[in-house]
């Protein structure tokens, strides 16, 4: 069975600085995709970035980047110099996508509160 | 603008009557999808819909029910809400198929609040 395991259930940083929030995983399927959510305490779920279990670079966006360790089962998110805006919770989720079929269901993780200190 | 909506925002009920919170996507999408977000559980999945016709259970459906008879459209029906349905609702879309379906689209989220 699918599981997403984030360990911190929150964390500060000083702003500017750089922080990393993990995710560990657990699937049986070789084709899967790895997710980050940020959810502002207006609620809204907002997408960060994306990992493919097959591709074969780390996916970044802007500030953002996913440290994927695909033997050790984990896709940490790393936000380089942390702003006061990105205090929130952070959810790590998976999906499983088998190739030439349907992707299934997106599992979260119980999610990271961030703190940003000035 | 492609987005997700959802209605009511909020709500406040009372225990066993029924109620509907709407949800439309407008990207022709073929799968949606609905969650609840509780504190320190994170999301969990209702209900899912592949496509028109097509639902499937998630992992906490007990108290819950879906339709799709069209593809914009993904209602979640509470036949006779309990206080343990208190909770945060997101309703959420996706093309469904290849490496451009990996962005799900959220809706802005239901607070639903069952007395």
């Known amino acids: 069975a699918q599981k997403i395991t984030q360990t911190q259930p929150g964390m500060f940083v000083q702003e500017k600085e750089a922080v990393t929030l993990d995710c560990t995983y657990d699937?049986?399927?070789?084709?899967?995709?790895l997710f980050w959510y940020k959810q502002p305490s207006s609620g809204e779920m907002i997408f960060l970035i994306y990992q493919g279990s097959y591709d074969q670079q780390n996916a970044t966006e802007g500030r953002y980047s996913l440290n994927f360790q695909k033997a050790r089962k984990s896709a940490n998110l790393v936000i380089s110099a942390s702003q006061l805006g990105d205090s929130a919770m952070y959810f790590c989720?998976?999906?499983?996508?088998?190739?030439?079929?349907?992707?299934?269901?997106?599992?979260f993780g119980k999610g990271t509160k961030l703190s940003v200190k000035p | 603008e492609a987005q997700v909506t959802q209605n009511p925002r909020y709500l406040i009920t009372v225990t066993g009557k029924k109620l509907t919170v709407t949800c439309s996507q407008n990207?022709?999408?073929?799968?949606m999808s609905w969650y609840r977000q509780d504190p320190g559980l994170g999301l969990r999945q209702i209900y899912y819909s592949m496509n028109v016709e097509v639902t499937d259970k998630g992992d906490v459906p007990e108290g819950y029910k879906v339709s799709r008879k069209e593809k914009r459209n993904f209602p979640l029906i509470l036949e006779s809400p309990s206080p343990n349905q208190t909770s945060l609702y997101f309703c959420a879309s996706s093309s469904g198929q290849g490496k451009s379906s990996y962005e799900q689209y959220f809706g802005p989220g239901t607070r639903l609040t069952v007395t």
């Open positions: 989720a998976m999906r499983e996508e088998p190739r030439g079929g349907s992707q299934g269901n997106l599992i």
């Open positions: 990207m022709n999408h073929e799968y």
């Open positions: 699937t049986s399927d070789p084709s899967y995709g």
